[in-house]
């Protein structure tokens, strides 16, 4: 075997292996964020819970800024299984969640729909800092 064939055979077992590490890495995200919706979720059933000593607004916004993050990150899951560059998928996903993460907050006039605007660009937010965390710790 020449040495350009087994250097070609190292950098794709070890491209690979950089795939699996980001992967669990992927995974790993998306349990934190589930981990911290089923978090606020138990909370919410809590024997103690009443009107006096909680904001329910405030469970349903870790909730679902908790489903939105999840999502980024199976979104992530998704596209890594079907791409040959782990490395740049994760980069494209990471850039897109930092673009996403820098519009402008605007209002719609609906407070509903800003409330949920401002989730989406909370969870892109964290998304970005979360994977970029995770890619440095892998790499």
Do not use: C
Request: net charge neutral; glycine share 6%.
């Amino acid at each position: 075997m020449s040495s350009t064939r087994t250097n070609d055979v190292h950098a794709e077992r070890d491209r690979r292996m950089h795939a699996e590490r980001l992967t669990t890495a992927a995974h790993a995200g998306k349990s934190n964020a589930l981990r911290r919706g089923t978090t606020s979720l138990e909370r919410l059933r809590a024997p103690e819970l009443t009107a006096e000593n909680v904001r329910m607004d405030g469970f349903f916004e870790a909730i679902t800024l908790a489903q939105y993050e999840t999502g980024l990150w199976q979104a992530l899951l998704d596209t890594l299984q079907s791409s040959r560059d782990a490395v740049a998928t994760w980069h494209g996903q990471l850039a897109k969640a930092e673009l996403e993460a820098e519009r402008p907050e605007g209002g719609m006039g609906n407070p509903v729909a800003d409330a949920r605007r401002h989730l989406w660009l909370e969870a892109n937010r964290n998304f970005a800092r979360d994977a970029a965390d995770s890619f440095r710790r892998v790499s």
